[in-house]
């Protein structure tokens, strides 16, 4: 599991750093979370199995609590520049929800590739976004 957040951090840093604007962070850390090298059938089963072992394993405990800590950080940071700071906060957290229930998803029954799982949680995004012109 070290190795994956490991692989996952270092796709999220590359991500962000080629990132623009504050819409295209937040982009870059969905992209970075459904990339083809995240979203493959061993690497979801090992999160699925990371998820549920997580509660009862105290190393695992931490590793996830530190990756759900930097998922919402990543997210909130680049949300505040969007959205003011309650919105911000509430978008981040659906967001990152809603990541890893693509995730749990396509781990239970394989319906959901990372493009189309990317599709959703961008959709998501921009609903939660004020439309172009409306800041």
Do not use: C, K
């Not at 604007?21 to 969905?30: C, F, G, S």
């Not at 003011?84 to 929800?97: F, M, N, V, Y």
Request: zero cysteines; glycine letters at 6%; aromatic letters at 6%.
């Amino acid at each position: 599991m070290r190795r994956l957040l490991q692989r996952l951090r270092d796709d999220v840093v590359a991500a962000l750093a080629t990132a623009r604007t504050a819409e295209q962070r937040v982009i870059a850390v969905i992209d970075s979370n459904f990339a083809a090298s995240q979203f493959q059938a061993g690497v979801i089963s090992a999160w699925l199995a990371f998820w549920a072992e997580a509660p009862h394993v105290p190393a695992l405990g931490r590793l996830l609590r530190v990756n759900v800590r930097r998922l919402h950080s990543n997210l909130t940071h680049s949300l505040r520049d969007l959205l003011p700071a309650e919105r911000a906060a509430q978008t981040a957290r659906g967001l990152a929800a809603l990541i890893d229930g693509l995730w749990l998803r396509a781990a239970l029954d394989g319906s959901l590739d990372g493009v189309g799982a990317r599709e959703i949680a961008i959709a998501y995004l921009r609903g939660q976004l004020p439309p172009p012109g409306e800041a």
